[in-house]
């Protein structure tokens, strides 16, 4: 099973910042935070991942709480582009177990 | 990054017979994956293929049902064996260039009539 919570959907005005939550509170030491999407009719995309710091690439941030229990993934400039289904996972690397993740709805 | 075809694109079959569907990736990998996605649902894990070793598959899904193959590390092939309707999905094939980062085909959509 998924180690994750994610709310099933989301709504996001085009150019805002989206903030999608997730929660791992089963995480242990060595497990890494992962976050994915789908865009509709496509294999999963990978956008980033964390261990413990907060993390930024070209595509999103990502910010773990200090516990790690819990993390955000932002997309700070939302496009209609990035209309998907967000899965947040954990893991050590290898197989990734998917959760039903958030479904995220930019609008304009 | 990896780039990875899959064939066919999606297909119709009867039930009762096979499909093979083939992965291709432009680089030479260990871990392969096979994945399935039911309409409307998230991903499930099938199996876990590398290269000289038999695959290992997740609670649920067994080698007589979904045999596959991973001659070399470029290649893998999924069997959908003895198709029923349930078997209707997409299967994706996946592959991982880091501990960090997985890359997925674009998929297989079959149905089964």
């Known amino acids: 099973d998924a180690k994750t919570t994610q709310p099933p959907s989301m709504d996001c005005a085009e150019g805002r910042a989206a903030n999608l939550p997730c929660n791992h509170s089963t995480i242990s030491g060595n497990e890494y935070v992962y976050w994915y999407r789908q865009i509709h009719s496509q294999g999963p995309q990978y956008i980033i991942h964390g261990l413990k710091n907060n993390e930024t690439n070209e595509m999103a941030s990502l910010i773990i709480t200090e516990d790690r229990k819990s993390s955000t993934l932002i997309l700070p400039h939302a496009t209609l582009r990035d209309t998907a289904v967000y899965y947040c996972i954990v893991g050590e690397g290898g197989k990734l177990i998917f959760g039903q993740g958030t479904e995220l709805s930019v609008k304009p | 990054s990896a780039v990875i075809s899959q064939k066919p694109s999606r297909d119709i079959c009867q039930r009762g017979t096979s499909l093979t569907i083939q992965c291709q990736v432009d680089?030479?990998?260990?871990?392969m994956f096979w994945y399935r996605q039911q309409p409307g649902q998230s991903l499930t894990l099938i199996a876990t293929a590398n290269q000289g070793s038999e695959a290992t598959y997740e609670s649920g899904f067994v080698i007589d049902k979904f045999p596959i193959s991973r001659p070399n590390l470029t290649f893998s092939t999924l069997t959908v064996s003895n198709m029923s309707p349930e078997d209707s999905s997409i299967y994706l094939c996946?592959?991982?260039?880091?501990?960090?980062?997985?890359?997925f085909g674009p998929g297989t959509r079959l149905t089964v009539t």
């Open positions: 996946s592959v991982e260039t880091s501990l960090y980062e997985q890359y």
């Open positions: 680089s030479q990998v260990t871990m």
